[in-house]
């Protein structure tokens, strides 16, 4: 019995000492995108330009479906949203009030080319606020979910 107890602690004791240096190396940063982002002053940030380029795109606004938009929802109430949204979806504090995807956006009738120009306006706010690799292709990720909703034709 006292041999067995021996040899239970000393395999507990060599586990524990391999294993325990390997663990910082394996984990990876368990931070919330959000706080990688810089909380709500990053998001706001990257937002605000985001919308800003979105608005006074020409490509975009050729589509009168989405200029009507601009209209009965002014860049300020958009960044607010969008905001929320990215927000939230990022493990943020806060609550999206908006309405879903599907129903902010059938109306506009967009196409997959007028998402590639948003991407493309996404992507050069993303840079100027030098948001790093990873976190922007999580954002892209969380995004791009959102695209068979907004999308309504080739
Ligand atoms: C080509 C891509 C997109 C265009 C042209 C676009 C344009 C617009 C426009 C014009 C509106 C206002 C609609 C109206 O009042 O009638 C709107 C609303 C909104 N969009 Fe987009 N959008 C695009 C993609 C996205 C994406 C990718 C997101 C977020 C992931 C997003 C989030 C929102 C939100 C949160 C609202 C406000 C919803 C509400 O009123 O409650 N949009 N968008």
């Given amino acids: 019995m006292k041999i067995l107890k021996m040899a239970i602690t000393s395999m507990a004791f060599v586990l524990a000492t391999t294993i325990a240096p390997m663990a910082p190396a394996q984990q990876t940063d368990t931070k919330p995108l959000y706080e990688r982002l810089g909380g709500l002053k990053g998001v706001t940030v990257v937002v605000d330009d985001f919308i800003n380029r979105l608005v006074a795109n020409k490509t975009l606004n050729k589509n009168s479906a989405i200029n009507a938009g601009r209209k009965s929802s002014p860049a300020p109430y958009l960044k607010f949203q969008v905001a929320q949204l990215i927000c939230e979806l990022s493990g943020g504090p806060c ?31 993303l840079d100027k606020f030098k948001v790093p690799a990873a976190e922007q292709k999580e954002l892209f990720d969380m995004v791009g979910k959102t695209k068979a909703d907004i999308v309504v034709r080739k």
């Fill in 95 to 125: 609550k999206y009030t908006g309405q879903a995807m599907k129903e902010s956006h059938t109306h506009l009738n967009i196409s997959e080319k007028e998402w590639d120009v948003m991407a493309k306006e996404f992507q050069k706010s």
